[in-house]
Structure formats: structure tokens, C-alpha cells
């Protein structure tokens, strides 16, 4: 392996954990020694690196500091594209949009310019039906989960029957046909699901809903026996 292929796959080992990471950790998982681990760590501080901590201690990516340019294998190129397109067919342009905007921003801050090589890679999302569905009150509900909002929701279940609810959203989930928004609900003092294309009204007043996101996550999970990552079944609303 070249030295500056051994450097980025040590910045993209660095990147993969938000908590200090062993030169020993670091290097089994890269396959050499941990001299050589420390070596080039300083040669990536040396480049610009935002990379802190010490021997013995461990080492972390700094928050918020500047990058050296990236540099992309074919296949981790393909799947950026292929992600980006499949957001592009899920019936948020603000989503689609920012999909896109993404993959112009890690096109040009490559070693290389890698617009072409995108633009050709033949991995499509197929369109299913005449066009996309847009739910209009996708974006509205991404920002309350964003900022741990409390949304005030006029809602109809399959049955058609409609109700007033306030809930305490935290996921959405993207299911082959629907979009679902998983809440802690006031009205019912439970967790449920509400379908994106049956809401009728979403309002945020801005407040904070009085829990943490990643709380009413975990305790959503253990509820229904999931592990981080499964798709959850259907629940009632």
C-alpha cells in the first residue's frame, strides 16, 4: 500500500469514531505497526489535519476543523450517487436538493474533479408510478425532529376517522410506499406512527418538547424489541 493511501484510510479509520482511538486499535485495523501509525499522524497535523491527543492516550478528529481534500474509492463513489438519487425519488425536494448540492460540494473538494465520474455512474433509482408522491408536510416534520420540536398534528387513520393531536416526534422512517413519523403521542401517553400522507395540518410552535430525542429513540426501540438500524412494524395511532 502507497503511503498517501495508507493516509487517507487512516483519516477514514478517524472519522469513523467520535471518541479517542488507540494507535494499537488504529493499527490492526489498517495492518501495520503502531510506529507507523504514529508517524503518520503527525504527518497528517503536518497537512492540516484536524487531528487530536497523544501516545498512550488515544486519537480523535477535532470537531469543526478543516479537512484535507478527500479521495473516493469506485465503489464508495457509486454508493454516494446511488444514495443521493434514491433521496432524489423520496418526495422532498429539500432533501433531494441538499442530496445533490452534497454531491457537487465532495465532487470539487476532491483531488480531482469528479463531476464526470458521477454524472456516468450507471446505478439508477427507478421511478415508481407516473411521478414522484410530495408530501408536502415532509420538511416541516424533519425540522421538528431536527430540533426536538412538539408538533401539533390533524391526523386520519386508514379508517378515515379523524383527530387533534400534539406529539413529540424523533424519527421518520422511509418505507417502500409511505413515509412514516414515529412520536411520542400526548393525546394517547404512548409512542405511535402517523403516515406523512394522511396528516392534513402540522404546526410547530416552536417549544421544545421536554425529553431527548435519542431518549424517546432508545425507549422506542426497547418497546418493540428492535435493534439500532431494524425496520420497525406498523403500530396503531
Not at 425540522?143 to 379508517?159: C, F, V
Request: hydrophobic share 45%; glycine share 10%.
Amino acid at each position: 500500500m502507497s503511503r498517501s493511501g495508507r493516509l487517507f484510510l487512516l483519516m477514514d479509520a478517524l472519522r469513523g469514531h467520535r471518541r479517542p482511538v488507540t494507535a494499537a486499535a488504529l493499527a490492526d485495523k489498517l495492518g501495520v505497526s503502531e510506529r507507523t501509525i504514529y508517524r503518520d499522524i503527525q504527518t497528517l497535523a503536518g497537512l492540516g489535519a484536524p487531528v487530536e491527543g497523544e501516545a498512550g492516550v488515544g486519537y480523535v478528529l477535532r470537531a469543526g476543523g478543516f479537512l484535507p481534500p478527500l479521495m473516493f474509492s469506485a465503489d464508495e463513489l457509486e454508493a454516494l450517487v446511488l444514495g443521493a438519487r434514491w433521496v432524489g425519488q423520496q418526495g422532498d425536494d429539500g432533501l433531494a436538493k441538499a442530496a445533490a448540492n452534497a454531491l457537487a460540494k465532495i465532487a470539487t473538494a476532491s483531488p480531482r474533479d469528479l463531476r464526470d465520474t458521477m454524472a456516468d455512474t450507471s446505478l439508477w433509482v427507478p421511478i415508481e408510478g407516473a411521478a414522484r408522491v410530495r408530501e408536502e408536510f415532509m420538511a416541516p416534520v424533519r425540522e421538528a425532529i431536527r430540533h426536538g420540536h412538539t408538533l401539533r398534528l390533524a391526523y386520519r387513520d386508514g379508517s378515515g376517522k379523524a383527530s387533534e393531536r400534539v406529539v413529540w416526534p424523533f424519527a421518520l422512517a422511509f418505507f417502500e410506499g409511505a413515509r412514516v413519523l414515529a412520536a411520542w403521542c400526548e393525546l394517547r401517553v404512548a409512542f405511535r406512527h402517523f403516515r406523512i400522507d394522511r396528516i392534513g395540518a402540522a404546526v410547530s410552535d416552536g417549544e421544545r418538547y421536554p425529553a431527548q430525542r435519542q431518549e424517546l429513540l432508545r425507549r422506542w426501540r426497547a418497546e418493540l424489541g428492535i435493534e439500532p438500524g431494524a425496520p420497525a412494524a406498523g403500530q396503531k395511532s
